[in-house]
């Protein structure tokens, strides 16, 4: 296993199952962390609240040592530059970062310095570029219900230009067999993705869906001409799921969302918590997810005896 969990498209699929096997042994309880008191520091330049708050939980479940840095009290507003940060990190004991970054592909010049001359990185989202972790998370959260990925119609709505969910996971399914299509406002399509499934209207074969998979809209990232597209009554009504498209799903469809949720945007209010939705479920298993993520990093042979 490499030093660094960058991007979820690097690993193969035997790794990927084997952390996804992981993490549902964390949840079931069936594995046990090993204590080895690894030092993991948390940096995020960006706002979260699920992937720092499990990371974190994660790495106490794990008995890991925490650090959380806030980047706003530290030298990177001097001008520090990131690979300065990282090193210093190092030097000072730090064994794994976790890092949050505005920038896509921050990590593309520390890849081969990781677990050297810097800590080694786990990537928690860069700009829209990708968010393995949470990538993973809904990888598991999937096997959970269906148990594989072959086949099964996975539906990506939303604003995929600026997702790096929508990026992250719709490579990985596509790889893993999924059937992937993609559906949203063409203001905001992304051409690099219809490699991986073909543009459809939001609401063509949507009985058929196995999994509904919509995307926040994300107006931290929108120019004030691209928020001008629509109103929220306009997206929800052209794109969002309503209980008249939940309606039309079959009884096994499950949907998801990496949340925030714009309640009544993406998603009507009342159906966040509906039966088909694993929404909560998702965050949850981000928890385990991230703790086979971590242990996958640090110890190698239990990794090796996971696959025997
Ligand atoms: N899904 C996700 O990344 O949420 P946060 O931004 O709250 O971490």
């Not at 193969?12 to 199952?17: H, I, V």
């Not at 001359?117 to 809904?138: C, M, T, V, Y």
């Not at 119609?153 to 992937?180: F, M, P």
Request: aromatic share 6%.
């Amino acid at each position: 296993m490499a030093n660094v969990f960058v991007n979820i498209n690097d690993l193969s699929n035997q790794d990927l199952l084997s952390i996804i096997h992981q993490a549902l042994l964390f949840k079931s309880g069936q594995l046990l962390p090993v204590m080895n008191k690894q030092v993991v520091a948390n940096l995020f330049f960006e706002n979260s609240t699920r992937t720092a708050t499990s990371f974190q939980m994660a790495e106490m479940k794990l008995g890991y040592e925490r650090i959380v840095i806030d980047p706003n009290k530290s030298s990177a507003v001097k001008g520090e530059s990131l690979e300065d940060t990282l090193k210093t990190l190092k030097v000072i004991g730090v064994d794994t970062v976790v890092i949050r970054h505005t920038l896509r592909g921050w990590y593309d010049n520390f890849c081969q310095m990781a677990g050297k001359e810097i800590p080694k990185l786990i990537n928690a989202g860069d700009g829209n570029g990708q968010h393995p972790s949470q990538s993973l998370l809904d990888l598991m959260t999937i096997i959970e219900t269906f148990d594989h990925f072959r086949d099964l119609k996975v539906r990506i709505i939303g604003d995929l230009y600026h997702s790096r969910v929508a990026r992250s996971n719709a490579e990985i399914l596509d790889r893993l067999g999924a059937n992937v299509t993609f559906a949203g406002p063409k203001v905001w399509s992304d051409p690099s993705l219809t490699q991986f499934g073909h543009v459809v209207d939001m609401d063509d074969d949507l009985e058929q869906q196995d999994v509904v998979m919509l995307l926040r809209v994300q107006h931290e990232r929108l120019t004030d001409g691209e928020n001008a597209h629509f109103t929220i009554d306009q997206y929800h009504e052209q794109y969002g799921l309503t209980r008249a498209r939940y309606d039309r799903l079959k009884d096994q469809a499950i949907i998801m969302h990496p949340a925030p949720v714009n309640r009544g945007v993406e998603i009507d209010s009342d159906l966040v918590e509906s039966p088909k939705s694993r929404i909560f479920q998702q965050m949850a298993n981000g928890v385990f997810a991230r703790m086979a993520i971590l242990n996958s990093l640090n110890t190698s042979v239990l990794q090796k005896e996971l696959l025997k």
